[in-house]
């Protein structure tokens, strides 16, 4: 399963023949936890949004269904978001 995920962009459908990233938008690479490996597009995301931390959705997280993942952006390379824990 995880050499599915890899290259694949957070969110896209499972049934999409094209889960990569799309030529024009902007992505941050999560890195650790039930998310690892994916992309996420932050397309259009302000200065303020990228430097804080994201909850995402995903039921792979430690709570399952309705659970959340939060990344947020690496000190020394901000292109990569580590994984900071999972919340209800």
Known sequence: MDE????R????????????????????ELVGGPLDGLLLDVTGWTAKELAETAALPTELASYGPGGR????????????????????
Do not use: C
């Open 9 to 28: 962009v957070y969110g896209a459908d499972h049934d999409d023949p094209d889960p990569g990233p799309r030529p024009g938008h902007v992505y941050r």
């Open 69 to 88: 993942a939060t990344y947020g952006p690496r000190d020394d390379d901000p292109r990569r978001w580590d994984w900071r824990g999972d919340m209800r």
């Open 4 to 7: 599915l995920m890899r290259g």
